[in-house]
């Protein structure tokens, strides 16, 4: 167990620069909505993922998931995860 938390420190960094530019986060809902998306795209690149292509496949595939009401059973998330496996390869970031 590190002995700081200096990683998660450096992770939040930009969102706090960039929280001063983004005028979108004027209200709760907002705020929320930016830091969902924020965590999406911060988990993505931890494992691995370009994040534009990764939003690409998501928002591609939870279309198909949603029942007649527009819901969708968290148990059929599992292959969307950033840590699946079997994610398109064209999310993966290339390796050096």
């Known amino acids: 167990v590190p002995i700081d938390n200096s ?9 706090t620069i960039g929280r001063k530019n ?19 795209v911060e988990t993505a690149k931890l494992n691995g993922l370009v994040p534009f ?8 595939e939870l279309p198909k998931l949603c029942d007649e009401n ?14 699946s496996k079997s994610l398109p390869d064209i999310c993966r970031k290339p390796r050096r």
Do not use: Q
């Not at 983004?22 to 999406?40: E, L």
């Open 22 to 40: 983004w005028v979108i986060i004027n209200t709760p809902r907002g705020a929320k909505a930016s830091a969902v998306i924020y965590s999406i």
């Open 7 to 15: 990683l998660s420190e450096r992770s939040i960094r930009p969102f």
């Open 53 to 60: 292509y990764y939003f690409d496949h998501l928002l591609t």
């Open 70 to 83: 527009g819901n969708i059973d968290t148990a059929k998330l599992d292959h969307l995860l950033p840590w």
